[in-house]
């Protein structure tokens, strides 16, 4: 996950953590030490802050490191999200145009249903004013007149 940065990193600090071994006898007052031990103890004192800095700047770069790849995962994800947003504006597009079409073909029904009822209306009302007319008619043609 981290590219085996942090195992280096443990190795590293392995390597370094056994040249810095404190001896036994670092640990006894300063007063009590040979002039010679003083002067190894400063030199190890020396090293260790020296240890201390570079680990400093290892983490550093280290932490530097991870934080732009958390800024180059975070830019893959917002970008892929982007992209599925995207599809599912194109999907939901899709799926409004699917319902836009059987509104139409539903109202495509009704309006035939209705034709088919006012046809039937008006033909019913045609054939009751075709009897009427010919009654009408008959009774003009038996008609003789005012006398």
Do not use: C
Not at 48 to 55: A, D, G, N, P, V
Not at 61 to 87: A, S
Not at 133 to 145: D, M, N, P, Q, Y
């Amino acid at each position: 996950m981290m590219g085996g940065t942090e195992l280096n990193l443990k190795k590293d600090k392995a390597t370094l953590d056994q040249e810095l071994i404190r001896e036994d006898w670092m640990n006894k007052p300063v007063d009590e030490m040979t002039e010679d031990e003083k002067v190894k103890f400063k030199e190890f004192e020396q090293k260790e802050k020296e240890f201390k800095e570079k680990q400093k700047k290892a983490w550093e770069q280290d932490l530097k490191k991870i934080k732009g790849e958390i800024i180059e995962i975070q830019l893959r994800f917002e970008e892929r999200l982007l992209t599925l947003f995207k599809k599912k504006l194109f999907i939901d597009v899709r799926v409004l145009e699917q319902e836009l079409y059987l509104i139409r073909l539903v109202i495509m029904l009704h309006d035939g249903k209705e034709t088919r009822l006012d046809e039937k209306k008006y033909s019913d009302e045609m054939l009751r004013l075709e009897t009427e007319k010919s009654l009408k008619e008959t009774l003009i043609s038996t008609f003789r007149g005012f006398a």
